[in-house]
């Protein structure tokens, strides 16, 4: 059973999860707080079958720099390697 982390995080199964698997506390909370935290787990729609407006949404919650000037095939490397 996890741990309730208030409601400053919104999945958060998925934020132990993450923090298990070394990830900062900053970017677990980031991931599963985003839109699609409940989706996430292979259920998410792939990155491929997204708009780009969506792709650039991610990388904006993501704060990857440089997200403005990427064209889709872009955001998706910087998004997988995020």
Same mark, same amino acid.
């Given at each position: 059973?996890?741990?309730?982390?208030?409601?400053?995080?919104?999945?958060?199964?998925q934020?132990? %999860?993450?923090?298990?698997q070394?990830m900062? $506390? #900053?970017?677990a909370?980031?991931? !599963?707080?985003?839109? *699609?935290a &409940?989706?996430?787990?292979?259920? %998410?729609?792939?990155?491929?079958?997204?708009? $780009? #407006?969506?792709?650039y949404?991610? !990388?904006?919650?993501? *704060?990857? &720099?440089?997200?403005?000037?990427?064209?889709?095939?872009?955001?998706?490397?910087?998004?997988?390697?995020e």
């Amino acid at each position: 059973m996890s741990k309730d982390h208030g409601p400053s995080i919104k999945n958060d199964d998925q934020y132990e %999860a993450l923090r298990d698997q070394g990830m900062s $506390k #900053e970017k677990a909370a980031r991931i !599963a707080n985003s839109p *699609d935290a &409940s989706k996430q787990g292979g259920k %998410a729609a792939p990155y491929e079958e997204r708009t $780009k #407006e969506e792709l650039y949404e991610l !990388a904006q919650d993501l *704060d990857i &720099s440089g997200r403005s000037l990427m064209d889709k095939e872009e955001l998706i490397k910087a998004l997988r390697d995020e």
